[in-house]
């Protein structure tokens, strides 16, 4: 139990579905992220929130859309997606300017079809 | 820029053998570093991290890392591997107390453990 939760921690869907992943970090912390971790390739940085407020969008398509409503929870929403988007997104968060130091959830294994 | 590089993408050790998982990086200042691990179906544990000062540090699970500015590496040990070690190792360097949202992982290093 990393203090960081993720669910659902599976998820099907067509290509057409709407819908969303939440996160919930139970740490205190005052930043949240968002990575994809697909085969074969590093883990990519999506999203970042400090404070709530987003401060990093790495070039991700608008498909996915974040939302973060207080400091303890993040969301990605999900829409129309393609089927190369099928990957495990990761929920992180950290305190910054303590050293930084990310904790992450679970995952959430999402298959597009 | 920063950047991590993990020379090895898979390696195959028998249980009870030593363990060295290799990490270099490229930062100009003094880096923030980090060892992960993640197993199958799961999320990223961390297992270690350097900031400052001695330059060996002591992780999770019997786990070891020495910062080696000279070679610009930070090489994951374990004198004894058990076989619940099997699993993938990420390194990740970041640029300071500002860097969470800049970390930068390697490709990783998938550790297959014989009995």
């Known amino acids: 139990e990393t203090g960081v939760t993720q669910t659902p921690r599976h998820l099907v869907m067509g290509m057409t579905n709407k819908k969303s992943l939440k996160c919930e970090q139970h740490l205190g912390h005052n930043a949240m992220y968002w990575y994809k971790q697909s085969a074969k390739k590093p883990l990519e940085l999506m999203f970042v929130y400090n404070f709530k407020e987003q401060t990093e969008n790495n070039s991700v398509p608008s498909r996915f859309s974040p939302e973060c409503p207080n400091s303890s929870h993040l969301f990605l929403h999900l829409h129309t997606l393609q089927p190369e988007d099928s990957a495990l997104y990761l929920c992180?968060?950290?305190?910054?300017?303590?050293?930084?130091?990310?904790?992450f959830g679970e995952g959430s294994w999402l298959t597009v079809v | 820029a920063q950047s991590v590089t993990q020379p090895d993408i898979h390696i195959t050790v028998s249980e009870g053998a030593s363990l060295e998982l290799r990490c270099n990086y490229s930062?100009?200042?003094?880096?923030?570093l980090f060892w992960y691990v993640q197993s199958p179906g799961q999320g990223l544990q961390l297992l270690l991290k350097?900031?400052?000062?001695?330059?060996l540090v002591q992780g999770i699970k019997g786990f070891e890392a020495e910062f080696k500015r000279s070679q610009s590496s930070f090489n994951l040990r374990k004198p004894s591997v058990h076989w619940s070690d099997a699993a993938e190792y990420f390194c990740a360097v970041g640029a300071g107390e500002t860097s969470g949202s800049r970390l930068t992982f390697g490709e990783g290093t998938q550790l297959t453990v014989n009995p």
């Open positions: 930062y100009g200042a003094t880096p923030y």
């Open positions: 992180a968060s950290s305190q910054e300017h303590s050293g930084n130091t990310i904790y």
């Open positions: 350097y900031f400052s000062g001695d330059t």
